[in-house]
């Protein structure tokens, strides 16, 4: 567990496992800690990389608001000063969304893709979601949790949340037609009753070329804590293997 400064931010970050390299990236108001149940089923395989982004976890806020471009650009310096090339690019939540857009700024740094009820666009977030995370009372466990490790504590989090929420509300702002530059092969997740609308979830998975989709059952938002057996699961074994030709192909019968 190791600090690296990327550009004026002293970044947190750990590596387990050996094999190709893949970069956990957690979603907003949390951090790599989400993705604990992920390690024991991914390391005997994989190279994981977690890292905490700028004011989550044991990384420290900065001033200004939150953007995908300030995200991606640390991103893509993770990615080259300490993977040291591509890698796979396994995102949850808005960190599916900044993978997504290092995926088309910077093709070159990613080998696989997957989305974990990421979107596209600010308007695939179920309507009312965001107005939730302002009432105090359902913050205070999430705040609790970030000043156990923050290096800004626990008095930070609200800053924090409020710049959450309003890239939220502001991004991502891609449109379908934008999604065809997707080159790395994918896997677009979701759970069955995500905040995400089923109908986005969808148009991503039908807009990225030859885009796999896995809709799991049971789960909400937060199914890689709710079913993460299934979920990395699936993550192993799209990350690992080939893409299997199917009998009966419709959407990719041109292919």
Request: proline letters at 7%.
């Amino acid at each position: 567990m190791v600090n690296i400064e990327l550009g004026t931010v002293p970044t947190w970050f750990d590596v387990h496992g050996d094999g190709e390299p893949a970069v956990l990236l957690h979603g907003g108001f949390v951090d790599s800690r989400t993705f604990a149940p992920a390690l024991p089923l991914l390391i005997s395989r994989f190279q994981v990389h977690r890292m905490d982004r700028r004011g989550h976890g044991h990384t420290p806020d900065v001033p200004g608001p939150l953007s995908y471009a300030a995200l991606a650009a640390d991103l893509i310096a993770f990615l080259e000063r300490v993977v040291g090339g591509p890698a796979h690019l396994v995102g949850h939540s808005d960190g599916a969304n900044l993978a997504l857009r290092v995926a088309l700024d910077r093709p070159d740094l990613v080998r696989k893709l997957v989305l974990i009820s990421g979107n596209y666009h600010a308007d695939g977030i179920l309507p009312g979601v965001l107005d939730g995370f302002e009432d105090e009372s359902a913050m205070a466990y999430l705040a609790t949790k970030h000043g156990e490790v923050s290096p800004d504590g626990e008095e930070h989090f609200p800053e924090l949340a409020r710049k959450v929420i309003e890239l939220g509300r502001a991004e991502p702002e891609y449109t379908a037609e934008d999604l065809k530059a997707v080159t790395a092969r994918t896997l677009v997740m979701a759970g069955d009753d995500d905040v995400i609308a089923a109908e986005h979830t969808l148009a991503l998975y039908r807009a990225i070329p030859d885009a796999e989709l896995a809709i799991v059952p049971g789960t909400s938002h937060l199914l890689v804590v709710e079913k993460p057996e299934l979920v990395y699961g699936l993550v192993a074994g799209f990350l690992g293997t080939d893409p299997v030709p199917t009998r009966q192909p419709i959407r990719r019968a041109g292919g």
